[in-house]
């Protein structure tokens, strides 16, 4: 579902899948997709706001991402300057075409906390590969699970994306949630 089919003003049902990763994955890492323009990935050192919700609602808008949006500034900065987590831009041509951020404040574990690609990047192959990319530095913290959690809202696809890069499903949770639409609408309005 994504933000162009959710019509409702009022309240919508997600079911939220939670996966955990308990070894690191074995074999060589995924190659890079070939693509037209040159791939770089690029940890953004404690990201300022402005560039982190661009990052968050390029990526997210679509699936009804919402959580970060309400989110008050001062808490939101204190989460990404905490040198526990951190944010991993993709770009393509220099253009920002997605990101993945993980977090390790809670000990022994890594949270993969946000991944996705901004819309027009998606079905270059990329996600894989990034999703790769993101397992392996999570594991690299040395932890001993990595987890990160999907929604009947995210890309179709994500579900099985997780688990053929070897997250197996250990929760499943349904809720009601206030249509998210109306706040991405107003934080697009705001420049947000």
Partial sequence: MNLASVGDPG???????????????????????????????????KPNLRFYRFLYGSVGDPWLWYERRKMPDDQLTAILADPAVEVTVAYIGGVPAGYFELDSRKSGEVELAYFGLVPEFIGLKLGPYLLDCAVRKAWAKGPKRVWVHTCSLDHPKALSLYQRAGFVPFA?????????????????????
């Fill in 11 to 45: 309240e919508i049902d997600v079911k939220i899948t939670h996966l955990e990763m308990l070894a690191p994955p074995a074999g060589t890492a995924s190659p890079q997709p070939v693509l037209p323009l040159p791939l770089v990935l690029m940890a953004a050192r």
């Fill in 172 to 192: 499943e949770e349904s809720h009601r949630i206030p249509n998210p639409a109306a706040l991405i609408a107003a934080g697009r309005q705001r420049g947000d």
